[in-house]
């Protein structure tokens, strides 16, 4: 079944520490997306990737990093630099770039910052 | 940055009864999407309007969308408990990425 994988779901991360979350698709949807969300929020947009090797820094960019090597995937670095990481992380996909089409997202990662 | 916001921010029916929740946004769209939000899950898209469309339907949703109003609601028609859920709206801004709302909290009893 195509779809958008994350993982983990939850993570657990003492303060100072880098963690990565990954975010896989099988779609061959050209367009991906990281948001952030928090309780009783709606979804901020973190960074986003229309091609490979191309990512843009979103709304709320600072203290996080990506990288897009693979059209598969597009994973999330969440820095000791981020000052409030406790959230659900959303990564989302598009079919194409720019288009302001439908989303396919996954099932979140939830981080709790110790 | 372009944000739909929803109204209200929660409601709760019992089945059965129709659930109507609303989206303004700030600026000219060329569509705007309507997903759900099962608690602890990701987004699940339920259905897209086009700038150039009044209203659509998909199974017990019905959408409409008022361009002049910059407005939009969401209809569920006979609700069931398992359409508890969150609804946001979301429009795309000016490069395409879509804008997402504080959503509504829809909770329906039995």
């Known amino acids: 079944d195509g779809g958008i994988t994350q993982s983990p779901k939850y993570l657990f991360r003492k303060e100072g520490q880098n963690v990565t979350l990954s975010c896989e698709q099988n779609l061959n949807h050209d367009a991906m997306y990281w948001y952030r969300q928090d309780p009783g929020q709606g979804l901020r947009l973190i960074y986003y990737s229309q091609i490979v090797n191309d990512f843009q820094k979103g709304d709320i960019a600072e203290g996080y990093s990506v990288s897009r090597e693979k059209k598969e995937s597009f994973p999330l670095t969440v820095t000791s630099a981020q000052k409030n990481p406790t959230a659900f992380y959303l990564c989302?996909?598009?079919?194409?770039?720019?288009?302001?089409?439908?989303?396919?997202f996954g099932e979140g990662s939830r981080l709790t910052v110790l | 940055s372009q944000q739909g916001e929803e109204d209200p921010q929660a409601l709760s029916i019992q089945e059965g009864e129709n659930a109507t929740m609303n989206c303004s946004y700030k600026?000219?769209?060329?569509?705007l999407q309507w997903y759900r939000q099962n608690s602890g899950r990701g987004l699940v898209h339920l259905i897209l309007i086009r700038s150039n469309e009044r209203e659509k339907h998909s199974g017990r949703l019905r959408v409409t969308l008022d361009t002049s109003k910059k407005s939009s609601s969401l209809l569920i028609t006979a609700s069931r408990a398992a359409d508890t859920a969150s609804y946001f709206c979301?429009?795309?801004?000016?490069?395409?990425?879509?804008?997402f709302g504080a959503g509504t909290q829809v909770v329906v009893t039995p």
């Open positions: 600026t000219s769209i060329n569509n």
């Open positions: 979301a429009t795309p801004d000016s490069w395409g990425k879509l804008q």
């Open positions: 989302a996909s598009s079919i194409q770039r720019g288009a302001g089409g439908e989303l396919f």
